[in-house]
């Protein structure tokens, strides 16, 4: 008898089955419909020996210190700063938005605080900031909005900034200095041999047995066990009772090419000329050496796998409804991504692993994630 059947071996998955087992001495079972673990973190070495990410490049960013050290039990670091490029008007320059990105589009030469006074110039007054479009042209203006983000969101979520809640592009910040990281969190850095080495060592415990190629549905009903945790889409476990949840989705292209890099950094964004959304070059991101270089083209799409939920009101009011229903399931639990619905980043979804875990080492009764 197990005591939890856990339901994806991602990272929410795989918090629950190392804290349970180690910390909670419970027995577990961990099955992933996919023949690997690390979900959509996992990450492997292609034909040429390049480590690539196999569901678009994953970058480790948090500021919580309690989630970088839970996780430095399983991982060594190498230090990694992101940086991204945006192709716009025929030059690649910085994202977010900085002050090099507006003198080099402008042809101007202005200081941090004279860019300061010019966004409050090109900005739109906005009282309440709702949408993904209020967020942006209210502090850098409408131009500026149209070349970095309209296209790009619209690309990806086949919706226009105005029907997405300001939560999406207020990932991106805007600066007025130097500085072109993508992120600004306070730790930064890449698993130094890569993600699913890292979940290897996370569910290397005797209490823990995985079963990957398995659909939980193959075997709820046949292996024993007092509690379950769920980490796939939220609606796809109730059948879709209330109708479809929103997910979008991505076709990945890789490439090997003959020559040692393509790109200068990490990833470079293309808001308004193709198909894909971005670029990848692995070879930034792992510090890898190679003669050869790596790259992912990410196409955006209706159907496919669920990677992301589509933040917005009406979405948020449908979840609500299998929020309830999940709060209602004895002995199940919700957590991560999908079964949250909730457009989290790595480190938020460890975090919300962890309080979980925290919860029911509490013995609070099951109910879904926070
Ligand atoms: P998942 O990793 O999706 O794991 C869920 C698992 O459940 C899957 O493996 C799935 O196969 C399995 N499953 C589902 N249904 C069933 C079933 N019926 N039976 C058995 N198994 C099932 N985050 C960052 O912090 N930095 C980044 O740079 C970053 N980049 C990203 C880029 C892309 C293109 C995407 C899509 C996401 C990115 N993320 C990034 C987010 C990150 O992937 C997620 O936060 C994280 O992987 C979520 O973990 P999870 O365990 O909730 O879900
Ligand atoms: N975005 C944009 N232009 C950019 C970068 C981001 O319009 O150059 C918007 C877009 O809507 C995107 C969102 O901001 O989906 C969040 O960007 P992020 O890079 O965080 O997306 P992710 O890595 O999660 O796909």
Not at 112 to 135: G, M, N, P, Y
Not at 152 to 160: P, V
Request: hydrophobic content about 35%.
């Amino acid at each position: 008898m197990y005591d939890y059947l856990i339901v994806g071996a991602g990272f929410a998955g795989s918090v629950l089955a190392e804290r349970l087992a180690t910390i909670s001495g419970r027995k577990v079972l961990i099955c992933d419909k996919r023949p690997h673990i690390a979900g959509n973190a996992y990450d492997v070495h292609d034909a040429a020996g390049l480590l690539i990410h196999q569901y678009g490049p994953h970058i480790f960013h948090t500021n919580s210190r309690e989630v970088f050290e839970y996780l430095s039990l399983f991982t060594p670091w190498r230090r990694y700063e992101h940086r991204v490029l945006a192709s716009v008007d025929g030059q690649l320059v910085p994202v977010p938005i900085n002050l090099d990105t507006v003198n080099r589009l402008y042809n101007l030469n202005l200081r941090s605080d004279e860019l300061e006074a010019w966004f409050e110039k090109v900005a739109e007054k906005c009282e309440h900031i709702r949408t993904s479009e209020d967020v942006v042209v209210s502090k850098v203006g409408r131009e500026l909005y149209e070349k970095f983000f309209r296209g790009y969101t619209r690309k990806q979520w086949d919706l226009d900034p105005s029907e997405l809640d300001a939560s999406v592009t207020a990932r991106v910040p805007t600066r007025t200095n130097r500085d072109d990281r993508y992120f600004n969190d306070s730790y930064q850095a890449m698993p130094l041999h890569g993600y699913t080495r890292m979940f290897e060592r996370m569910l290397a415990h005797p209490n823990i047995h995985v079963m990957l190629n398995t659909d939980y549905r193959e075997i709820v009903k046949f292996i024993p066990h007092k509690e379950m945790i769920y980490t796939g889409p939220v609606d796809a476990y109730f059948d879709y009772r209330f109708g479809k949840l929103p997910y979008r989705s991505l076709e990945f292209k890789f490439e090997t090419l003959d020559q040692e890099w393509l790109q200068s950094v990490g990833t470079v964004n293309y808001p308004n000329d193709n198909l894909y959304t971005r670029i990848s070059e692995f070879k930034h991101l792992s510090g890898q050496r190679h003669a050869r270089t790596s790259v992912v083209y990410e196409y955006p799409r209706a159907e496919g796998d669920p990677y992301y939920p589509v933040p917005r009101a009406e979405n948020q009011a449908l979840y609500k409804q299998y929020q309830s229903l999940a709060d209602a399931t004895a002995g199940v639990h919700f957590v991560g991504r999908l079964a949250t619905y909730k457009y989290y980043n790595m480190d938020q979804v460890v975090a919300q692993a962890l309080t979980l875990h925290q919860k029911i080492a509490n013995g609070a009764p099951p109910r879904s994630a926070e």
